[in-house]
C-alpha cells in the first residue's frame, strides 16, 4: 500500500489518529484528528501542539491505556498505543474518539429507565393501598365499589402504559420499516375514528374525516397507532363539544382539533418521552405521555416528515407529509 492510499483510507476514519515518532514529532494526522482537535490541518507538528487538555493524558502512559476527557465541550475518548517494529519501540499512535452521540444516548436511556420506573410505580402504589384497605376491612360497605373502579382505572393506566413501553422498544430495537407494503391512509383514518366514537361522543366532540383515497408506502399497525395517537390526543385535549378534522389527501395525513392548543415554549419538547405539558390533564384522561413519542418515532422510520401549528386556546393541527417516491 502506499502513501496516497493509507493517508485516503485514515482520512475517511471517524477516528482521530495521530502518530509520533518518539521524539514526539507528529509523522501523520488525519482529518478527523485536525477536526477534534480544532486545529487546521497541518497545525499539529509535535505533541506539544496538542490541546493542554490532552497532556496530562501523556504522563506515565501505558501501551493500551484509555481516558475520557472533555475537548471543546465534547466528551472524547484517548487511546495510546505503541508503535514497535521487530520487538523495539518506534513511536505512538493516539487515536480521539467522539463520545458525544454515545453519551447523549446512554443519558437519554437512563432518564427513560428512571421515568418508566416512576411512571409505573405510582399506579401499582395506588392499586395496592385500595386492595389493603379492602383487605384489612378498613373500606367501608359503600367504599368498596369506589375502591375497585379505582383500582380497575390504575390498572388499566399501567396496561396503556406497558403496551407503549413495548411499542416504543419495539422500535428502537428493529427497523421495522422493512416490512412495508402499500397502506391506504383513508382506510386507517375510518377505523380508527370507529374505534374513537365512543370516546369522542362522550366528549360531545364530533369527529369529521375528509379527504380520499391515500397511499403510501408503509407499515399497516405502526401507520394504524400513528393515526390512532394523532386522534386520541384530539379528543382528550379538545373543548366540550369541539370538532376534529382528519384528512387525507396527496401525501399527507391531518388532524386539526379545536382544543385547548399548546403553548408555543412547550411545542418542541411535547415529542420526547414523557414530556406533557399539564401533567394532571394527560392523567386524568388516561394519557401516558408516550404517545406522541411513538408518532415521532413512526414519523421518522417512513422517511416522513412532521409539522406542528398550534395556538393556546384555539387549536393544534398536526400534519404528516409521506415521501414522493415511496
Ligand atoms: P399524553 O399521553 O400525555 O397525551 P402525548 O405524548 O400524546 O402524551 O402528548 C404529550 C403532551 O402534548 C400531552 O401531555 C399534552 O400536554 C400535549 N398534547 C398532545 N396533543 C395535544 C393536542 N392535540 N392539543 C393540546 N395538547 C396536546
Known amino acids: ?9 485514515l482520512d475517511a476514519m471517524e477516528d482521530g489518529v495521530v502518530v509520533f515518532d ?36 501523556f504522563e506515565g502512559v501505558r501501551s493500551g491505556s484509555t481516558e475520557a476527557v472533555e475537548l471543546f465541550g465534547e466528551a472524547v475518548r484517548l487511546r495510546y498505543q505503541d508503535v514497535t517494529e521487530n520487538g523495539l519501540r518506534t513511536g505512538a499512535v493516539l487515536i480521539l474518539s467522539d463520545l458525544g452521540e454515545q453519551q447523549r444516548a446512554e443519558r437519554m436511556r437512563r432518564e427513560f429507565t428512571a421515568n418508566v ?12 393501598g385500595y386492595a389493603e384497605m379492602i383487605e384489612n376491612g378498613m373500606a367501608r360497605d359503600e367504599d368498596i365499589r369506589l375502591f375497585a373502579e379505582r383500582i380497575r382505572r390504575e390498572s388499566n393506566r399501567m396496561r396503556s402504559l406497558v403496551s ?5 422498544s419495539e ?24 374505534t374513537l366514537k365512543s370516546a369522542a361522543m362522550l366528549r360531545g366532540v ?10 403510501v408506502k408503509g407499515v399497516r399497525e405502526l401507520l394504524s397507532e400513528l393515526i390512532y395517537n394523532l386522534l386520541d390526543n384530539a379528543i382528550r385535549y379538545n ?41 394532571s390533564r394527560s392523567k386524568a384522561t388516561g394519557g401516558t405521555g408516550l404517545g406522541l413519542a411513538i408518532v415521532k418515532h413512526i414519523t421518522q422510520q417512513h422517511h416522513a416528515e412532521l409539522t406542528l401549528k398550534s395556538a393556546e386556546g384555539i387549536g393544534t393541527e398536526i400534519t404528516v407529509t409521506f415521501p414522493e417516491n415511496e
Open 1 to 9: 500500500m502506499n502513501d496516497t492510499m493509507l493517508s485516503a483510507i
Open 22 to 57: 518518539l521524539e514526539g514529532t507528529a509523522l501523520l494526522c488525519n482529518d478527523a484528528a485536525y477536526g477534534l482537535l480544532h486545529k487546521k490541518p497541518g497545525a499539529i507538528r509535535t505533541i506539544a501542539d496538542l490541546p493542554g487538555e490532552v497532556h496530562p493524558f
Open 117 to 128: 420506573s416512576h411512571e409505573l410505580k405510582t399506579p401499582l402504589t395506588s392499586i395496592s
Open 164 to 168: 407503549d413501553i413495548i411499542t416504543l
Open 171 to 194: 422500535l428502537d430495537e428493529r427497523a421495522l420499516y422493512g416490512q412495508a407494503e402499500p397502506v391506504d391512509l383513508y382506510t386507517l383514518a375510518e377505523e380508527a375514528v370507529e
Open 206 to 215: 364530533s369527529v369529521q374525516l375528509s379527504g380520499g383515497p391515500t397511499l
Open 239 to 279: 373543548r366540550d363539544n369541539g370538532t376534529v378534522s382528519v384528512r387525507t389527501a396527496g401525501r399527507t395525513l391531518s388532524v386539526r382539533d379545536t382544543g385547548i392548543g399548546i403553548p408555543r415554549h412547550h411545542q418542541n419538547r411535547i415529542f420526547e418521552r414523557f414530556y406533557r405539558v399539564d401533567k
